[in-house]
């Protein structure tokens, strides 16, 4: 077994996660990541609904969950990530707000959209679907 492998089988836990989702604006072929640089997405620009589904996904919450925090209809968050309505700017503020609120962190860059989440592993442990991790 080489250093890096010996290294790896010491490791017992982790302390953070960081996930991301980008999506790539145009139908080129994808720029390597390496090759791309992220900004914050501006306060108040609204955000699509394939990433609102995307941002809920990473944070691990339900469209239930969303609703309620938003404080909008369960079919406005299904409608709105389906496509099938694009909500007024203020209903999609509040999407956002509750969002980010969760942990959700809207970036952009040349032809890409994202959002990045960060979750530490107790945070992970609390918000798991499985009893067992909840209870570590």
């Known amino acids: 077994m080489d250093q890096p492998e010996r290294q790896l089988d010491q490791i017992q836990s982790w302390h953070y996660t960081s996930a991301i989702k980008i999506f790539h604006l145009k139908n080129a072929s994808p720029l390597p990541l390496a090759s791309t640089s ?25 469209q239930a969950w969303l609703w309620h925090q938003a404080a909008v209809s369960k ?26 609120a969760g942990g959700a962190q809207f970036v952009f860059g040349e032809d890409v ?24």
């Open 113 to 136: 959209l994202g959002v990045v989440v960060y979750r530490s592993s107790e945070e992970e442990s609390l918000s798991s679907r499985s009893a067992k991790r909840r209870t570590r």
């Open 38 to 62: 992220f900004m914050p997405l501006r306060p108040g620009v609204p955000i699509p609904g394939f990433l609102c589904q995307a941002a809920r996904t990473l944070l691990n919450v339900s």
């Open 75 to 100: 079919k406005t968050i299904n409608d709105f990530e389906n496509g099938f309505v694009e909500p007024r700017d203020e209903i999609i503020g509040r999407i956002r707000r509750a969002l980010e």
